[in-house]
């Protein structure tokens, strides 16, 4: 049984991951995506810098204190922090249910637009991310 589990969790890991090219990103590059502010008690994402994919749905903003803030509205939203680690953001936040951890990549070698890498409920998921006010 143990096997059967782990070659479907194998097939369904590399058929998300398959699908995007994942690209390391430098601080050069993280510098664009972070607001240059630490993290207000309520972020206004319509004038902070974000990114959202909006069929998830999921926004997340980086804030130059480290911390993130994030809006999943089938859920709820948070905050936690961020940290730039062999080329990759990436994102830790506690909730009530589940620990919260993401990994941001660039989606192409100049990082014009992002990509996140996490496991939710049904799995591994990768989801290409449009920017909002970068």
Known sequence: MKIIFLILFLAVSCGQQGKSKLHTVTQEVVTKYVNEKAMPATPNLTIDKSIVNTSYPIQ?????????????PRLDDGYGTWKLS???IELRAK????????????ADEKAESMLIQFTDRFGPNTLRMSNVNI
């Open 86 to 88: 062999k080329g990759k």
């Open 95 to 106: 909730r009530d249910l589940f620990d919260m951890y993401i990994e941001i990549y660039g």
């Open 60 to 72: 997340i903003a980086l804030y130059n204190d480290g911390r993130f803030y994030y809006d999943l």
